[in-house]
């Protein structure tokens, strides 16, 4: 094979994968990161090229999708998209959430299903990636009207998924709530009580610290990242965006280590409370998004501080950021107002939310920048966990799992250090964290034959 520049390797592949698929521009973004972060080592080590690993990597082993019609209600008759894409089980049975939201797309899904193939070979757990959903809106939807929409949704689903083959979760929109209807339909159809999802209760068949755990790893990979300065995450301003899942138990896991949340925010606006958002603003947080299902201003009416309509809360002086919302949450302008403002860690517990010129932002500022598939691992590796846990039928304490989950951002960010130093000593995660996962999927693609 004649030697190609990276750059002219990145642009070919690129042109390659733009060709088959023009318009899926966020699975573009998702590719060309990963391309341009892997091209020198796949140029220094060409079994990889001869075997077209990476060309394997980005077409989805199998893609469904299907018709998702369901009565609100009132009676009235809607038809929503389903989807679930399996895109690599080198190393395990597909694993990844679905997403419930207007945006759902067959990009999108294949974005975050790419992702996910890294992330959780990162975790050093037996999964592979995969992702579905629907662009079904759960918003402004009575609990009934949600029920039935994930009974037909699974009415469909039940029959690609299972615990050795395709196991999915939660992600946007799909919380406790919406996993439980689905196990319950699952259960119904195929009158087996096997660990198909994960995020389950508590009761019945759920791990502890599951729902904390995107937000705690995310918490736990700033704290690493911090330690190779010689610093922690006590005394640091934080901003978090979004007020779902993730940022809600970022938010609280920085408060129990001494750091100061100052922002949250849904898709209408973000709240700035200077003084900090604590143990009890964070509960009140909890009870209006997972109950009441309200509005982040509402926590700016109650608490009589600054409510940014329309605005994400990039602009805020902050130490450390924590984007925790939704992809490209985080453009050029607002990275640069970032570390203008002195904020010198990136922690993404979000899917790709800094897009690609303040991604290239934070890595020349030469910050500590932990991208998405390394630093929000933690929901998928504790995941795995709950596997685990149902596999042997027994459950393990909040404890145990806890201190799994920790051991596994830990060595997570010690592969990107690995993979990903320089020779001046500074680590670029991308790099490090898109080298060390590839590297295990491909060498079990390698030893699987032409699949
Ligand atoms: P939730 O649905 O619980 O919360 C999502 C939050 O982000 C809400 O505050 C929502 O506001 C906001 N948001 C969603 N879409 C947009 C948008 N287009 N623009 C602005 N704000 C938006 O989801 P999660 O907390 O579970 O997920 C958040 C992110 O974390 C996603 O990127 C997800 O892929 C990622 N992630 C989740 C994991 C998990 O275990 N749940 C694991 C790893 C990553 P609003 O309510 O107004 O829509
Ligand atoms: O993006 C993600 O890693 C998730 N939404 C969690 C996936 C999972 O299977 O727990």
């Known amino acids: 094979m004649k030697t190609k520049s990276s750059k002219s390797f990145v642009d070919d592949f690129m042109n390659y994968v733009k060709s088959k698929d023009p318009m899926q521009f966020e699975f573009h973004q998702a590719v060309k990161e990963v391309v341009e972060t892997l091209a020198g080592y796949l140029l220094a080590n060409p079994r990889y090229l001869h075997a077209r690993i990476l060309e394997r990597m980005v077409e989805p082993e199998r893609m469904i999708q299907f018709r998702v019609p369901w009565a609100d209600d009132r009676g009235n008759i809607h038809i929503n998209r389903g989807y679930r894409i399996e895109m690599n089980s080198a190393i395990g049975p597909y694993k990844g959430g679905l997403r419930f939201h207007p945006t759902v797309n067959q990009s ?156 949250l925010s849904d898709s209408s606006g973000s709240i700035y409370d200077p003084g900090g958002i604590d143990t009890e603003k964070l509960a009140f947080v909890k009870e209006l998004k997972n109950i009441h299902r309200g509005r982040i201003k509402e926590y700016a009416e109650k608490y009589n501080v600054q409510y940014l309509g329309k605005q994400r809360p990039w602009s805020i002086k902050c130490d450390a950021a924590l984007p925790c919302a939704t992809e490209n949450e985080i453009n050029g302008e607002e990275a640069r107002m970032l570390t203008k403002n002195g904020c010198f860690v990136v922690a993404e517990g979000a899917n790709m939310p800094s897009n690609y010129d ?89 030893a699987q034959g032409l699949v």
């Open 358 to 446: 303040a991604e290239h932002h934070f890595l020349d500022s030469k910050i500590l920048y932990g991208p998405g598939k390394a630093a929000n691992a933690g929901g998928v590796a504790v995941s795995g966990l709950e596997m685990t846990q149902n596999s042997m039928r027994l459950a393990w304490s909040r404890e145990e799992v806890d201190s799994k989950l920790h051991s596994i951002m830990v060595n997570i960010h010690k592969m990107c250090v690995q993979f990903g130093q320089d020779t001046n000593g500074y680590t670029n995660y991308v790099k490090g964290a898109n080298i060390a996962g590839f590297v295990k999927v491909a060498n079990s693609m390698m």
């Open 108 to 263: 999108i899904l294949k974005f975050l299903a790419f992702e996910q193939v890294l992330k959780n070979s990162l975790t050093s757990l037996p999964m592979g990636g995969g992702k579905g959903g629907s662009d079904f809106d759960p918003k402004g939807k009575t609990d009934n009207e949600v029920m039935r929409f994930c009974q037909s949704f699974m009415s469909e689903l039940f029959r690609h998924i299972g615990q050795y083959t395709d196991v999915p979760a939660g992600d946007i929109g799909v919380g406790g709530r919406e996993i439980g209807f689905l196990f319950g339909q699952y259960k119904r159809l195929r009158n087996e009580f096997t660990g198909i999802l994960t995020g389950k209760g508590i009761e019945w068949g759920g791990s502890l610290i599951r729902p904390e755990a995107t937000g705690y790893g995310a918490v736990y990979f700033a704290e690493e990242m911090l330690k190779t300065r010689n610093d922690s995450i006590k005394g640091k301003v934080v901003a978090i965006s979004g007020s779902g899942n993730v940022a809600q138990f970022a938010a609280e896991k920085v408060i129990e280590l001494g750091g100061r949340v100052v922002t």
